[in-house]
């Protein structure tokens, strides 16, 4: 048992890239938790997928025995979180969990837009914030400015930062001793009534749910009925333990520490994150304030190419849901591809996630429709209804009004590129909020609509920024503008995969890009095919892609002229009746390639 005094929780927090990762597995290292013959590169980053990006998904803690200066052995919990904003979702529940953070900045790099994002998520928990300065062994370090930056931008004492090379291993001790005596220790009572906070869980395919508690108050033996305070589910907890990192089990959890329970739970979808777990009997009445639920913001359909494999699809969208509790997914048929799945994420990267995930792991080849953002459609008897899919618009005469949601984007730029970046955002239909200077560069923050951001702002911005600029966003509600819908019609045949939502003062140059596109990315067939863009019945452009022609007047050799008339006379008939009945393949890239707008 640990008093607890002697126990430390923590996350570490910054931008992508900033070394996160690295320095836990340094921590990990230097206080001999994993046997050197195990200790591999990001030890806590455990999907292949998290590897193969070097990004971090899912967080994970692991639990270290430290022998501090002073003689005294602590424990620590750390939480190693992700950078990235598509799961800013997963940093502010760890950050719930545990009472500081050490917050890393590259020292060649500086304070980028996620360190902003992350680092306000710790200060709204109340968190203890130790500066952390990475990647001193780089000649480009620059401690000094990158010290006086944080100061600047966030806020925070850095005189005393801690100057660390994760790589290299230099500044890890001193990071260890600034934990044990730079952050809290946790409060709680052993002797009052079980409060434990359900932080993430997991399916596994021998122990079932695990379950990744933090204890308030109370204590948790193995043995004990517990409760789930929103579902009101009761279930006897089977086995205890904590991660160091592969799981190791333990008689209780007492107050203050971190660690799993099992309890013979079928589905994940019966731990709902943030929920308060308890005694069943001598239990609180008053459950814990838990987390605002994860909102879906960009949503897309997910299809087989081969229909017949349409069953393993919903087999592997259900497996993959079980593990993340941010992802939603219903069914959808489609005119042009058949069945499949619309399916809700928190971001595009977040969708290239599950994709990859589902294409690798369960070796499915998917369609994925253009990615669209939720509408609310305000009709005229005053009803409201969310609109996930342009194809679904109701009749416009009943219509009353749209609103789309906007989104306060924060882009750290070097002052060099801000006349791109700012004309970038104004094409975006932005509205400029702020623009302030950190150093040699400009923090801009911008009101945008999501639906401009979601297809390919963030790669429109890495390149005119040459891959300098940082990008942050968050929700901010939704605001009425002039929307609608516009179809492509193949063959006067509408195609509802690539139906999509636009701005009316853009219909035209989007419509038209759209024809051209497709023009090329179509294969000619036997009769010539009109391609059209259209707002209701109006038709806003149109390119028509030439017929193949076969040379019917070959094997006239001389004679008279009209037999060759006639010949032509009757392919053009043919022709005809050809284009009544003749259906147009698309290939499957023609949907991706045709909605990426490259100006």
């Not at 607890?4 to 921590?27: E, P």
């Not at 660390?164 to 291993?169: E, F, I, P």
């Not at 984007?409 to 932005?430: N, S, Y």
Request: aromatic residues 6%.
């Amino acid at each position: 048992m640990t008093d607890l005094a002697h126990i430390r929780n923590f996350s570490i927090v910054a931008h992508i890239d900033h070394g996160k990762s690295t320095l836990a597995d340094r921590l990990i290292q230097s206080t001999n938790t994993v046997a050197e013959r195990d200790m591999k590169a990001q030890l806590l980053d455990s999907m292949d997928i998290e590897r193969e990006r070097g990004i971090t998904i899912k967080a994970n803690t692991v639990r270290i025995d430290y022998l501090a200066d002073n003689g005294e052995t602590y424990v620590l919990n750390l939480i190693d979180t992700p950078g990235h904003v598509d799961f800013a979702y997963e940093v502010s529940r760890s950050m719930r969990a545990v009472e500081g953070s050490l917050l890393v900045v590259d020292s060649t790099q500086g304070v980028e837009a996620q360190t902003l994002a992350n680092v306000y998520q710790a200060i709204d928990a109340n968190h203890e914030i130790v500066p952390v300065l990475n990647k001193i062994d780089l000649p480009a370090a620059d401690c000094a400015r990158v010290a006086e930056q944080i100061e600047d931008v966030i806020g925070i004492d850095a005189s005393d930062a801690i100057h660390v090379s994760a790589k290299t291993g230099i500044g890890i001790k001193e990071t260890l001793e600034a934990i044990v005596h730079r952050l809290p220790a946790p409060t709680g009572d052993e002797n009052a009534p079980l409060t434990a906070m359900l932080v993430d869980s997991w399916y596994d395919s021998y122990l079932g749910v695990v379950v990744l508690v933090r204890i308030m108050n109370g204590r948790l033996k193995k043995g004990d009925q517990i409760k789930m305070m929103q579902t009101g589910a009761r279930y006897g907890v089977d086995r205890i333990g904590v991660f160091r990192p592969s799981m190791q089990t333990v008689e209780s959890l007492g107050p203050g520490e971190i660690g799993f329970i099992t309890a013979s739970i079928k589905q994940v979808r019966d731990t709902r994150v943030g929920d308060t777990i308890t005694h069943e009997k001598k239990g609180i009445d008053t459950p814990l304030p838990g987390f605002k639920p994860a909102q879906p913001v960009v949503f897309c359909g997910l299809f087989p190419v081969d229909s017949a494999e349409f069953e393993d699809l919903r087999d592997a969208i259900e497996k993959l849901a079980l593990n993340d509790a941010s992802f939603s997914f219903e069914m959808e048929t489609s005119a042009a591809l058949g069945f499949g799945f619309r399916c809700g994420f928190l971001g595009l990267l977040h969708l290239e996630v599950i994709r990859d995930r589902i294409e690798r792991e369960y070796d499915i080849d998917l369609i994925t429709t253009a990615p669209s953002v939720v509408y609310h459609v305000y009709m005229k008897d005053g009803s409201m209804i969310e609109l996930h899919n342009p194809a679904d618009m109701p009749d416009l005469t009943y219509v009353d009004h749209l609103e789309e949601p906007r989104i306060k984007a924060t882009i750290m730029v070097p002052d060099e590129f801000l006349g791109d970046i700012l004309k970038l955002c104004q094409d975006r239909r932005g509205i400029q909020m702020d623009l302030t200077y950190a150093g040699a560069r400009a923090m801009v923050v911008y009101d945008l609509p999501l639906n401009e951001v979601v297809f390919d702002f963030y790669d429109r911005l890495k390149s005119v920024t040459k891959g300098y600029a940082s990008f942050d966003y968050q929700l901010t509600g939704y605001r009425q503008d002039t929307l609608v819908k516009m179809q492509i019609l193949v063959n006067e045949e509408p195609v509802d995969a690539l139906s999509t939502m636009v701005h009316r003062d853009r219909a035209e140059m989007r419509g038209r890009a759209m024809v051209e596109k497709l023009k090329d990315l179509i294969p000619r067939h036997m009769f010539k095919i009109p391609i059209q863009a259209a707002i209701g019945g109006k038709v806003i452009a149109r390119e028509t892609l030439a017929a193949l022609r076969k040379d019917v007047t070959a094997k006239c050799y001389g004679g008279d002229v009209t037999r060759k008339k006639k010949l032509l006379e009757k392919q053009k008939a043919g022709k005809k009746k050809m284009r009544q009945f003749g259906k147009v393949d698309i290939p499957q890239e023609a949907f991706i390639n045709a909605l990426k707008m490259d100006n």
